[in-house]
């Protein structure tokens, strides 16, 4: 499965309105909420763990994604923890049919924590059939638990909205704006989480005016506040806070606050902010500073930032190892603020990042193609030689291939100010050609390895329809062809990318069946069926309902959707519960981890960390990671993503981002939020988690309840700050202990 990031960013998920959800509307009516709750449903017994052949049942029924009376008995349980426990299953599999039920425990439950952990539910369910519940519960409440669970779920369903109402979303929007503002006005005894949890809801609903209201918390004393209203200025792209940022970014004692501060003013284009910028970009003593303001002044575009001896230049100019994503960030800045400058000195540096990295770092090759096209082709030479170039590149050396890719498709984007440009795109698009004809090259290659040159022929793909060539279509088409499952499907994404045509649709609906019949990945399913929804005609539907058949249950469920958006119908039904690969003593052996101490050791090439695994929040998650590491699956492994100051990724044996274990396991979204060294399981959509895992630099908030959090680093984060892309994980070592209760003297 691709597993990007969908930072951001999470998926709406398609309502039905059936006799069901009729019902859940009734129960959800504002005449619902007139009074007060009169009645208390239970009489819990206190602190009881949740019984080990109930836990097993519930973790059962979410593997299956199943909701049925055996899980909607056990919210009527005496046990609180269990009610609670079996609130977050429900919202873990994601049934519109659980909504009723969940709004009972909201508004009926004796416990807080159950109520809170209902609210919490709703919002991972997405739907806005839960809104009404969660707003009457904060006019009604002052349970400070309560109230910020509620916040963050009304976040999560605003976000999820479709445009079609926009009614409903400023509705929402104004109600957690409503929370801010309350807070903001208690000073003197503010709820920290409800703030929290609020600012991180107001990036994901997006109301209008929102910014005066964040940036009030600039000044609050607590230092996560500040940096998480200014995470939320800075994914907003607001610049109401800019002047109190400027003092924040270079006095504020605490280094997320400085980061985030020079995002927001980097985003924004705050011009005036150069100078302080400039200094912290040089002289912070902390790297996620550092990089956030390099990254800021490749935003303002000043070309004050790349001239002079006292720059980044002269500081990096012994290309220290350690310093390598710095390096890379600056890279990047350059060839934004010097695109097009031709800047002999400053290509002089970076051609020598490029050798450090060996070609292979996209950042150092898309910097040199921005400032000098004319250079970065003249390297390659010309005709035959440039074509024997480009193509014995991508069979020597995948990743040099792919980065090499990246570069000449900046080409694309060359203003109309530059004379040479029609000859600059001919030649690049002309080299991008014969890269996808490699194997067509005559040239032959002896290594001891294997070397994958299909992995780089999706970048080539994408760098190629950049130029929109007049075979683009014809070229696509033939790539649906491919054994590899990425290059079909990102073949499949591009052609949905073109207007609707017949002959395309016609590849697409044949491509389909072989798609489908993929055992290892879905990517080429999915993208194809999203293709064919483009295609907006009677026989690509009618290619879409085939894959209800489909034994992948997000293969069947991405069918549903498509068909419901096009209007052909609510097939719901046919989405059914998921085939879990899980045994009885699978899950049996992942609870049994509840209670002990369970790490990794993770040996990196840059030196190794601790994890600690959370069994008792993902026991699933946990229980995956730990069996492919005895297994030493991820022995050898190549850190393919780094993105300093957000997280490192890793997990993939394709080493491209999208690869797996040739199955995916289910989320397990809980309450843990991403703190700095944080590790999480990496998606491209609900349930996708299979191998690849991330750890957090810092605190992101944004991805709190959207991926699973299932340990922490507790030791090594310095290795972690310094990893680059590139490096090897070469061994996971996991010791698992009972903890032994202490003994009275």
């Given amino acids: 499965m691709n597993a990007f990031f969908f930072c951001k960013t999470l998926c709406a998920r398609w309502v039905s309105i059936s006799l069901l959800t009729m019902c859940v509307l ?43 009376n055996d899980l909607r008995d056990l919210f009527r349980a005496r046990n609180a923890n269990v009610r609670s426990r079996a609130a977050l299953a429900a919202g873990r599999i994601g049934n519109e049919a659980t909504i009723a039920d969940l709004i009972e425990l909201l508004r009926h439950d004796d416990e807080t924590e159950v109520r809170a952990m209902a609210a919490f539910a709703l919002g991972e369910i997405e739907s806005p059939l839960g809104a009404d519940a969660l707003l009457a519960t904060l006019k009604e409440t002052r349970e400070e638990i309560l109230r910020a669970r509620a916040v963050e779920a009304l976040g999560k369903i605003a976000g999820a909205l479709p445009k079609e109402q926009e009614a409903r979303s400023k509705e929402l929007g104004d109600a957690i704006l409503g929370v801010l503002n309350f807070e903001a006005r208690r000073r003197s005894a503010p709820d920290r989480l409800t703030i929290l949890l609020g600012l991180t809801a107001a990036l994901r609903a997006k109301p209008a005016n929102a910014g005066p209201v964040i940036a009030e918390f600039l000044t609050y004393s607590d230092p996560r506040i500040r940096a998480d209203a200014a995470n939320a200025l800075a994914r907003l792209k607001l610049k109401d806070g800019n002047d109190q940022l400027r003092k924040l970014l270079t006095s504020d004692p605490d280094p997320i606050v400085r980061a985030n501060a020079a995002r927001v003013l980097g985003t924004t284009e705050d011009k005036a902010s150069f100078d302080p910028l400039l200094d912290r970009a040089l002289k912070d003593n902390d790297l996620r500073v550092r990089v956030s303001a390099i990254r800021a002044l490749g935003l303002l575009k000043d070309p004050r930032a790349a001239g002079g001896s006292s720059t980044w230049r002269s500081l990096l100019m012994e290309l220290h190892p350690t310093r390598d994503n710095e390096i890379l960030e600056w890279a990047a800045a350059l060839g934004t603020i010097l695109q097009g400058a031709q800047d002999n000195k400053n290509l002089d540096w970076l051609g020598r990042v490029r050798d450090r990295f060996n070609k292979a770092a996209p950042q150092a090759e898309i910097a040199y193609a921005r400032v000098s096209p004319e250079k970065y082709l003249a390297e390659l030479g010309s ?92 070229v696509l088409r033939n790539h649906l062809k491919e054994s590899d499952v990425v290059i079909r499907g990102t073949a499949a994404e591009l052609l949905g990318e073109l207007p609707p045509d017949e002959t395309n649709a016609r590849a697409l609906i044949d491509a389909l069946p072989v798609a489908l019949a993929d055992r290892q990945l879905n990517d080429a399913a999915l993208s194809i069926l999203d293709a ?43 989405i059914g519960t998921v085939k879990a690969t899980n045994t009885a003593a699978d899950y049996e052996r992942a609870i049994a981890r509840i209670g002990k101490q369970v790490r990794a050791v993770v040996a990196t090439s840059r030196g190794s960390f601790t994890i600690e695994f959370l069994p008792e929040s993902a026991p699933l998650t946990v229980d995956n990671f730990v069996q492919l590491a005895k297994r030493n699956y991820f022995n050898g492994f190549t850190v393919h993503r780094v993105v300093p100051n957000f997280v490192i990724q890793d997990g993939d044996p394709r ?35 299979g191998s690849q895992w991330f750890v957090t630099h810092s605190p992101q908030p944004h991805l709190d309840g959207g991926y699973t959090v299932f340990g922490n680093v507790i030791s090594g984060m310095d290795v972690v700050d310094n990893i680059a892309r590139g490096d090897v994980i070469r061994s996971v070592s996991i010791t698992e202990k009972t903890i032994r209760a202490n003994r009275k003297p």
């Fill in 532 to 574: 064919l929804a483009k295609q907006k005609t009677t026989k690509a539907n009618e290619a879409i309902k085939t894959a209800l058949d489909s034994s992948d249950h997000l293969v069947r469920r991405r069918a549903v959707a498509l068909l419901k958006a096009n209007g052909v119908g609510d097939f719901s039904a046919r």
């Fill in 26 to 68: 009734l129960l959800v009516s504002p005449g619902a909420f007139a009074q007060k709750r009169q009645q208390i449903l239970h009489n819990p017994t206190s602190g009881d763990p949740v019984p080990k052949l109930l836990l097993l049942r519930i973790i059962r029924a979410e593997d299956e994604r199943r909701w049925d």
């Fill in 655 to 689: 080493g491209d981002g999208n690869g797996g274990p040739g199955y995916q396991i289910r989320c397990e979204i809980n309450e843990v939020p991403y703190e700095r060294g944080a590790i999480g399981m990496a998606l491209s959509g609900k349930d996708t988690g």
């Fill in 383 to 474: 005709g035959k030689i440039a074509r024997q170039n480009v193509q014995k590149t991508l069979l020597l050396n995948w990743r040099v291939g792919s980065s090499l890719a990246q570069g000449l498709g900046e080409v694309a984007t060359l203003p109309d100010s530059n004379k040479d440009k029609k000859r600059l795109i001919t030649q690049a698009e002309e080299l991008l050609g014969n890269m996808l004809d490699y194997r067509n090259s005559g040239l032959t290659i002896n290594t001891l390895v294997a070397v994958h040159s299909e992995y780089a022929v999706p970048d080539v793909l994408r760098a190629f329809a950049a130029f929109k060539p007049n075979d683009l279509a014809k």
